[in-house]
């Protein structure tokens, strides 16, 4: 392929000529703390200590103020906006240093001392999102030895203005991706807060007053899922067919993956009529992760269950399950299982353990429907937001295809912006 005009090849790609192919170790030391030992740390104290386990999150344990104070004099310790650098565990996991006090695992962590005169931390910490880590042809990294960050290289423009622009580029689409986060996360927190009001009759949507009454899941529903002797096997499990088979990994935030489901011949299908899915049934897992649930919405194929799967109907339309389906995603049935988890570990649910099940229940279902409306609002809500997040995650990952090996410049090659 004829190369672009002012660029050309080299091992990180096809870079622009001005660019630079360069190993980290022409343009930065390897550092890390010294050493912690085990019997130097405690289980609470002053300054946290952080193991490569919680590297980002909560310390692992502490360390006193003498002690902290005396190494971060004597030793290596990181700046401020330095960013550490898992060598074990997850490789290339980024934290950039906040400056807070705090104290992290020697040669697990370690961080880049870098020559300003050629690279930014900024401009590094995109790199290292993109980056190849150097390794022997065909071998596995299983950690980063200091040999292997410093073979590794990276595309590098020659101006501090330009890797700025594209840090900076690069920073403003992560600030948009943490703020959607922040308010997914606040609209999950407002609707589960919302669950708890409107399905305990705590708070009543306008235009509604009647009675509440207290319904009991075994009772007042038909549970059904595949009985033992039609057990399916593995090699009944068919990548392709007319019949899809739901099992309790095909469900999703509340929903049926129907890309990733199985299929299963038609003699399976038929086998069992009363858990051949039907459209607005509420789904749950009995084995493996216990007490999943997910609403069919709709049907793309004739559908039935394996055997981890219960189909739950509720008997003389004593509820609708849209109403029900939001009941099983609640804390009210989070509570339930932990009451029936009490001092055990339950990897199965038996028709029978849903005997002590109550939950309440407007008596008209015109509030019943009003409370699922409202909920699945919410829901559609955060599918939106949801979306759009991923939707600027792909234009992220775009833009640093383009702007990490100059295919688009934010300066032109004297420096200026573009």
């Known amino acids: 392929m ?33 050493r912690i030992f085990t019997e130097q740390t405690n289980p609470s104290g002053d300054i946290p200590f952080f193991k490569i386990g919680t590297f980002g999150k909560t310390p692992d344990a502490f ?23 898992s060598a074990a565990g997850t490789l290339g996991k980024t934290v950039v240093y906040d400056g807070q006090d705090a104290y992290f695992q020697d040669s697990n962590i370690v961080w880049l001392q870098i020559d300003p005169r050629k690279v930014t931390n900024e401009y590094l910490y995109h790199c290292y999102q993109v980056i190849k880590w150097a390794s022997p042809e065909g071998s596995t990294i299983s950690r980063l030895y200091n040999g292997i960050i410093r073979n590794t290289r990276i595309p590098l423009p020659p101006t501090e203005a330009e890797q700025r622009a594209i840090a900076t580029a690069l920073s403003d689409m992560d600030a948009l991706l943490d703020g959607l986060d922040r308010l997914i996360a606040k609209k999950r927190d407002l609707k589960q807060a919302t669950m708890q009001q409107l399905l305990t009759g705590k708070t009543r949507l306008p235009g509604f007053d009647g009675e509440w009454q207290p319904l009991n899941m075994a009772k007042d529903s038909m549970l059904k899922a595949r009985i033992g002797w039609q057990g399916l096997t ?17 469900f999703f935030d509340g929903k049926i993956d129907w890309d990733g489901c199985h299929f299963v011949e038609k003699e399976r299908y038929d086998q069992d009529r009363y858990i051949q899915v039907q459209i607005n049934d509420v789904l749950l897992t009995k084995d493996g992760t216990i007490g999943k649930a997910a609403f069919v919405d709709q049907l793309p194929y004739p559908s039935t269950l394996n055997s981890g799967v219960f189909v739950i109907r509720p008997k003389n339309g004593s ?21 029936l988890q009490a001092g055990s570990t339950i990897s199965h649910l038996y028709q029978k353990d849903f005997v002590n099940f109550e939950f309440l229940a407007p008596v008209t279902v015109e509030e019943q429907s009003a409370i699922a409306t409202v909920l699945s609002d919410m829901d559609a809500e955060i599918a939106a937001l949801e979306q759009r997040r991923n939707k600027t995650k792909d234009i992220k990952q775009a833009m640093m295809q383009e702007l990490l090996t100059g295919k688009t410049r934010l300066v032109t090659p004297g420096g200026s912006n573009a």
């Open 63 to 85: 360390i006193s103020c003498d002690l902290y104070r005396e190494y971060k004099r004597k030793y290596s310790f990181p700046e401020k906006g330095d960013i550490l650098l």
């Open 319 to 339: 509820y609708i399950p849209k109403y029900f389906f939001y009941i099983l995603r609640s804390q009210i049935f989070v509570d339930f299982l932990n009451k």
């Open 234 to 250: 593995t090699a009944e499990y068919l990548e392709s067919g007319q019949y899809a088979l739901v099992t309790g990994t095909d």
């Open 2 to 34: 004829e190369l672009r005009k002012g660029y050309k090849q080299t091992e990180v790609g096809v870079i622009p000529e001005e660019w630079e192919d360069i190993n980290l170790g022409k343009i930065a030391e390897i550092r890390m703390c010294k």
